[in-house]
């Protein structure tokens, strides 16, 4: 049987090895923020675009403001997957150090698991940002096309 100052040190060395996940949880949680912030900006945007094509425009404005919902549609669709697997990662990570609590108190090896969980967090993390990278390379090739028509604007006589 285990004493107390044993079972104290015991739980202590799982706290130990719990703070890097716990950290990851966190640095996660602020990417999380980022995304929903994001996300509520194209929401935003795309309700004052849904009012705009209410209202009578003439056909090449039309073209224009639908043009700029399709995009802003693959955007949060973007943004909605990048979200998506940042929470798995997250609930993965969670699972991590419940896992490493439940192995130490049950004296059960679960370093296969744990490291699956991890791996599989890290995965989820990974596809996750690329998710949001894709989603700047949407937002940016709009801005990046403006600038182009309106260089072609200045060059025609």
Do not use: Y
Request: aromatic share 4%; hydrophobic share 60%.
């Amino acid at each position: 049987m285990l004493t107390l100052s044993n079972q104290v040190s015991s739980v202590a060395q799982v706290i130990q090895l719990a703070v890097a996940p716990v950290f990851l949880l966190a640095g996660v949680g602020a990417l999380l923020g980022v995304l929903a912030n994001r996300l509520a900006r194209v929401i935003d945007r795309f309700h004052v675009l849904e009012k705009l094509l209410a209202e009578p425009l003439p056909p090449a404005e039309r073209g224009q403001t639908f043009a700029t919902i399709v995009s802003l549609s693959r955007r949060a669709r973007m943004i909605h997957w990048a979200i998506s697997l940042c929470v798995a990662c997250e609930l993965l990570i969670c699972l991590v150090v419940a896992a490493l609590f439940v192995g130490a108190e049950m004296q059960v090896d679960l370093s296969r698991l744990i490291a699956g969980l991890f791996v599989a967090a890290m995965v989820s993390l990974i596809a996750g940002l690329a998710c949001f990278l894709r989603e700047i390379a949407l937002a940016t090739s709009v801005i990046e096309s403006l600038g182009r028509t309106a260089a072609r604007a200045d060059h025609e006589p």
